[in-house]
Structures are given as structure tokens and as C-alpha cells.
């Protein structure tokens, strides 16, 4: 039966790759961690949104609804919950599977950063949610983790005629 694994993570590329993939895994943490923060802040809006984006500030959001005030916290603090996990999880994926060349590893890290990413960004570009401030983050970590997927695409997609153990 297969395992669907390769050697170790010896070789330079699966080490390297898989630590660029689970950085990346640390960037979202960190910027979910953020988006926590500034949810008890003055800011309240997210990381890089300003009055320039969304014309009010939090006490007017308050005043004018604390029902509203109260709904958009709680998907700030929702949002900040899945930045969290998801970078928990892609971390995990890439430093314990990816790294000992377990191919679901890459495979599940691969397919949850690109449905993530595939799902909230383009929501924020037709309301001008696109700053670089907010998602430069998000564009940093996606970069680092798509070279680091790149070095251990070999994970993935075996070259032809090498066996693999367990195969």
C-alpha cells in the first residue's frame, strides 16, 4: 500500500521549502494575531483600512448602531480566529509532513492556502479594500509559501522512475 512519502527531509530544497512554507504559516498567525488586536483598539477597523476606505470611526459606528458596532467585532474577531488556525495549520502541515516528505501533506497545505486566499481577496478589490498596507502582509506570506511549495513540488510530483518507499 502506498504511504504516498518520500525519503526524509534531508535534502536542501524539502528543508528549505518546507521552513518557507510554514514561515508563511507563522506570517498568517501573526496577522490574525493583529487583526485580534486591533479589533480592542481606537483603529477598530482592520490592518492598513482607514477613515479613507470606511468614512467613520469607531465611536461612530458605536453611536450610530452598538448593534452593529457589536456584529462587525464579532467577524473581526472571527476573521482574526481563522488567520490564526489557518496558519496553524499550515505550519503544521509543512513542518511535520511537507518536511518528511509526505505528499497528502503538501497536497492539503497546497489546496487550504489557495482556497483561503482564493476566497477572501477578491472581495477586497471592487470596494477599494486593496491597500497595500492590508493586504501586503497577505501578499508576503502567500509569496514566501508559494516558493516554498515551489522547492518541494518534488513532494507533489515525483520524478518519473525514482521509488518511493513504501510504493
Known sequence: MATGSVQTGTEPNLRVGS???A??????IGYGVIFFILN???DFLELGITTEQVPVTRDEIKQFSP???????HLHIAIAG?????GVALAALAWLGVQNGQRWAWWTAVVTAVLAVGV???????????????????????AIFVV???????????RPG??????
Open 67 to 73: 448593534e452593529l458596532f457589536e456584529y462587525v467585532s
Open 162 to 167: 525514482v521509488h518511493r518507499p513504501g510504493e
Open 23 to 28: 514561515l508563511a504559516g507563522v506570517g498568517f
Open 40 to 42: 480592542f483598539s481606537d
Open 82 to 86: 481563522f488567520l490564526i488556525a489557518l
Open 120 to 142: 477572501a481577496l477578491p472581495a477586497h478589490y471592487p470596494n477599494d479594500f486593496d491597500t497595500i498596507e492590508h493586504l501586503g502582509p497577505i501578499y508576503l506570506a502567500v
Open 19 to 21: 521552513g518557507l512554507m
Open 148 to 158: 516554498g511549495a515551489l522547492l518541494t513540488l518534488r513532494v507533489a510530483v515525483p
